[in-house]
């Protein structure tokens, strides 16, 4: 267990809808990154938060959209769902940012 | 260029035999250098973490990191079938991180 909490771990919603996914990064760590996976594909970094601001964005569409709360939890908000939006989408936390980082389950979104 | 390189395989091996997984790049503000262990559909694991050249062993597995070449090595010894995984570099430039594609590796018993 890594201490990096995702929750839902499955999701099934329907095209055009909007979901949040939440992530607890494990205690004592400041920095959270979201990353997406689609079947059979690398890690794509979409996003990444260190103790509440943002600090650096990859290639996360303008549908996305993410924010750190005050106690360090995260959410990736995804709006106006495509079925290309399917993929397991990864949480990771890491103290400081510049460090080790450390991965939750992930949550499989489907979209149909 | 991509900023990382990695050969995807598949990597099939019997078991007992040694593995080697590489990567490759190109940014030399990389500081950290990670390899992670991820099971089919599941979290990536941390294995390893470095942040020099050198050699760092833990159990089974050694890392090895030669910046002046910018290439990053696994090497499992002793190959288990629970060692069957994709495996992920990662580097760190201390804002950001770098993963490779991973390496699909199958140990058979």
């Known amino acids: 267990d890594s201490g990096v909490t995702q929750t839902p771990k499955h999701l099934i919603t329907a095209t055009g809808q909007r979901v949040t996914l939440r992530c607890s990064p494990r205690s004592g760590d400041l920095s959270v990154y979201w990353y997406q996976q689609s079947l059979d594909q690398g890690l794509q970094f979409l996003i990444q938060y260190y103790n509440g601001e943002e600090r650096a964005k990859g290639n996360i569409l303008e549908r996305f959209s993410a924010q750190q709360f005050p106690d360090l939890h995260s959410e990736l908000n995804l709006s106006s769902l495509e079925l290309g939006d399917s993929a397991l989408y990864f949480c990771?936390?890491?103290?400081?940012?510049?460090?080790?980082?450390?991965f939750g389950q992930g949550t499989r979104l489907t979209v149909v | 260029q991509k900023e990382v390189e990695q050969d995807p395989g598949p990597l099939s091996v019997p078991e007992g035999a040694i593995v080697s997984l590489n990567c490759t790049y190109s940014?030399?503000?990389?500081?950290?250098f990670m390899w992670y262990r991820q099971y089919s559909r599941k979290g990536p694991e941390l294995l390893m973490y470095?942040?020099?050249?050198g050699n760092k062993e833990d159990g089974r597995f050694t890392a090895q990191v030669d910046k002046s070449s910018k290439y990053i090595s696994l090497f499992i010894r002793d190959s288990q079938p629970s060692d069957s995984a994709t495996y992920l570099c990662a580097m760190d430039t201390g804002n950001q991180f770098y993963f490779g594609t991973g390496t699909s590796l199958t140990v058979i018993p």
């Open positions: 990771a936390s890491s103290p400081t940012g510049g460090d080790e980082a450390f």
């Open positions: 470095t942040y020099s050249s």
């Open positions: 940014n030399s503000a990389f500081q950290y």
